[in-house]
């Protein structure tokens, strides 16, 4: 293979992707649709399970759906029509005409997923070292193989990233999302008539919560079928982020605990806080909760996004923070500006070069703006 980067073309690349999940599948895809030859390589076994969040259904990834003949993307969405904020007591206090479409992370991962084809999506399959002058990829199993063009889609803990930037480290904020999802068929009259169309938020003293209908767990929008989705941004409430993300194991969780996971104290503190300070149907949503989960809110950027051979991508690159609403949103647009580059250019440095330009300048905005929504929305910046 040339070492020489500009003599190289940018059609039929050999690609390998580190990391199945959503940047690595969004790629795949995008790729493949253009004629080049994509392995993805994904470290868990088995199929990925989601810890069972909703997402915004951003234009990117309904987009993305559609143009790739992967599903209409209205048969795995939910929509609301009107944004309310409560006041502790329940009442309105604001209804503004505003709509928003919603959908799940597993219903996107399983369409995405059932799209790339098997014999080219290894699981159990664990990149553990790049070359990126020269596309080498090493495997925790002793194996490697080389490509024209290796893109890392391996999340916020990104080996890859930790190989390249070193120094580049994650910044956690002062508060956590508390989740959970409850079965439309768990919820009272009441409640779904309160959450049902709506995006619907309550804002206390540094603390936010929201909630709004999403598919089923097989991906379905039938009214009975939906599973009502929430988020509580709320302060470590004078704990240490140890004490809660210690799991049930006993291992302490530097980014999520899963669903079930949560050990008996931390849960019931919150469910416990729920009830003295959220309006009540948000209270009776927690408590309807079986198995809440929580994911540290951090921060995380790289000065670029693009090393020779390799490109940083989805969470790999750039973590902002949830209330953006864009985590797979951008891992859509990172891979299909990616293969827009590669069209554009002749040269795979020029496609590069300018792929890491644009998306590096997107991410660090989008970081920013994270940052700046959670201060103002949690109320941490007066
Ligand atoms: C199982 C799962 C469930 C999720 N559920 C939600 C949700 O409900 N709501 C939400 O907002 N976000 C969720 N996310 C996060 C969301 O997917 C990302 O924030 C966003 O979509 C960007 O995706 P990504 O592919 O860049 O990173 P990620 O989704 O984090 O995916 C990274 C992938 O790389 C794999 N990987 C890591 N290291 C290696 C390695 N060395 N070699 C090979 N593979 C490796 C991981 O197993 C993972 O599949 C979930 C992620 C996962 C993995």
Not at 305 to 329: E, I
Request: aromatic residues 8%; negative net charge; hydrophobic residues 35%.
């Amino acid at each position: 293979m040339s070492q020489d980067l500009a003599n190289e073309p940018s059609e039929s690349l050999s690609v390998t992707i580190s990391g199945g999940s959503m940047g690595g599948l969004f790629t795949g895809i995008a790729l493949d649709s253009a004629g080049h030859d994509v392995t993805i390589a994904e470290r868990s076994t088995g199929d990925l399970r989601s810890r069972g969040g909703g997402i915004l259904a951003q234009q990117s990834i309904r987009q993305f759906l559609s143009r790739h003949d992967i599903i209409d993307p209205t048969r795995i969405t939910t929509r609301a029509s009107e944004r309310r904020f409560l006041t502790v007591d329940g009442d309105v206090q604001t209804a503004t005409p505003d709509s928003a479409v919603f959908t799940s992370w597993d219903a996107v991962y399983r369409q995405l997923r059932a799209a790339f084809p098997d014999d080219r999506y290894h699981t159990g399959r664990t990149v553990t070292d790049l070359k990126p002058t020269d596309g080498t990829v090493r495997f925790a199993d002793g194996d490697r193989t080389t490509a024209d063009l290796v893109v890392a889609a391996d999340g916020g803990r990104s080996t890859a990233r930790e190989q390249l930037f070193p120094d580049v480290d994650t910044e956690f904020a002062d508060y956590v999302a508390w989740r959970g999802v409850v079965p439309e068929a768990d919820l009272s009259d009441a409640v779904i008539d309160a959450f049902d169309d709506r995006f619907t938020f309550y804002k206390g003293n540094r603390t936010l919560i929201l909630a709004y209908f999403i598919p089923g767990e097989d991906g379905s929008t039938d009214p009975s079928d939906r599973r009502l989705n929430w988020v509580w941004y709320d302060t470590l409430s004078g704990r240490e982020r140890e004490t809660i993300f210690t799991d049930t194991t006993g291992t302490s969780q530097q980014f999520s605990v899963s669903p079930g996971q949560l050990r008996d104290p931390v849960e019931t503190r919150q469910r416990e806080r729920a009830a003295e300070i959220l309006p009540p149907v948000f209270t009776n949503l927690v408590e309807s909760t079986t198995a809440p989960f929580a994911q540290a809110i951090y921060d995380l950027q790289t000065p670029q996004m693009t090393v020779d051979r390799v490109c940083l991508l989805g969470d790999a690159a750039f973590v902002a923070r949830p209330h953006t609403g864009a985590g797979t949103s951008k891992a859509a647009s990172d891979a299909v500006e990616l293969k827009a580059a590669l069209d554009r250019y002749s040269s795979l440095r020029d496609a590069l070069a300018s792929w890491n330009e644009s998306r590096t300048d997107y991410g660090a905005r989008l970081v920013a703006r994270g940052k700046e929504m959670g201060d103002e929305r949690l109320s941490l910046v007066s």
